[in-house]
């Protein structure tokens, strides 16, 4: 079965950097866009973030463009976004979904649980 798994948040100072990591399984990872998305204590999920099967082109909302940049390792089958310049606005549960735009729980079929990104000093 397709599994998703995210790691790598924490707390972070405003202007620090954090990497979050999605271990992806039960699929051919190399195959499929990915995306990250977003949702901020009592608001709606935000896409932040896409990338091609192959990495050859990213895509990325204007909150996070400049600061953020995703990535994937097709051979070990994981996704990363690096995440510089942090706000407190940037303050999320962070998902990886598998699917090239998944700004909606609708639009993808597949989410990790998620992990915690906080920005605060």
């Known amino acids: 079965q397709v599994q998703l798994v995210e790691s790598g948040g924490g707390l972070a100072q405003p202007g620090g950097s954090l990497r979050l990591s999605c271990a992806a399984s039960?699929?051919?990872?190399?195959?499929?866009?990915m995306s990250w998305a977003r949702q901020a204590p009592g608001k709606g999920l935000e896409w932040v973030s896409g990338?091609?099967?192959?990495?050859?082109?990213?895509y990325y909302a204007d909150s996070v463009k400049g600061r953020f940049t995703i990535s994937r390792d097709n051979a070990k089958s994981t996704l990363y976004l690096q995440m510089n310049s942090l706000k407190p606005e940037d303050t999320a549960l962070y998902y990886c979904?598998?699917?090239?735009?998944?700004?909606?729980?609708?639009?993808?079929?597949?989410w990790g649980q998620g992990t915690q990104v906080t920005v605060s000093s």
């Open positions: 979904a598998k699917g090239p735009h998944c700004s909606s729980w609708l639009l993808c079929n597949y």
């Open positions: 039960g699929f051919t990872f190399s195959s499929y866009a």
């Open positions: 990338i091609y099967s192959d990495g050859s082109d990213t």
